[in-house]
Nanobody, 122 residues
């Protein structure tokens, strides 16, 4: 499984950005897919994820501001980030956690895309 992330950049506080993560390679059907972020000097943390059953999870710090969605036809997950704050500044990583599989699909485990930098200026 390969993950291609895009959409990071520089934005002023209060602005918006949309991150995209496109999956390719072997198929998967039981998963959690979403975004983690890592700020300088801090541990990587979950931002938001969506499951194959369409349940969503958000970090408390982004609830009400960020929305995760997916396009199954494009194998792409989006993270719409509104009302951005300087503390949202981090490298954002796309992740898919495959929880079960069959012989025709990708192996279970964590797959990561390259990071994309989001910088929010005050």
């Amino acid at each position: 499984v390969q993950l291609q992330a895009s959409g990071g950049g520089l934005v002023q506080a209060g602005g918006s950005l949309t991150l995209s993560c496109a999956a390719s390679g072997r198929r998967f059907s039981s998963y959690y897919m979403g975004w983690y972020r890592q700020a300088p000097g801090k541990q990587r943390e979950l931002v938001a994820r969506i499951s194959s059953f369409s349940s969503t999870t958000y970090a408390d710090s982004v609830k009400g501001r960020f929305t995760i969605s997916r396009d199954d036809a494009e194998n792409t997950v989006y993270l719409q980030m509104n009302s951005l704050k300087p503390e949202d500044t981090a490298v954002y990583y796309c992740n898919v956690r495959i929880t079960s599989t069959n012989r025709y699909q990708a192996s279970p485990g964590d797959y990561w895309g390259q990071g994309t930098l989001v910088t929010v200026s005050s």
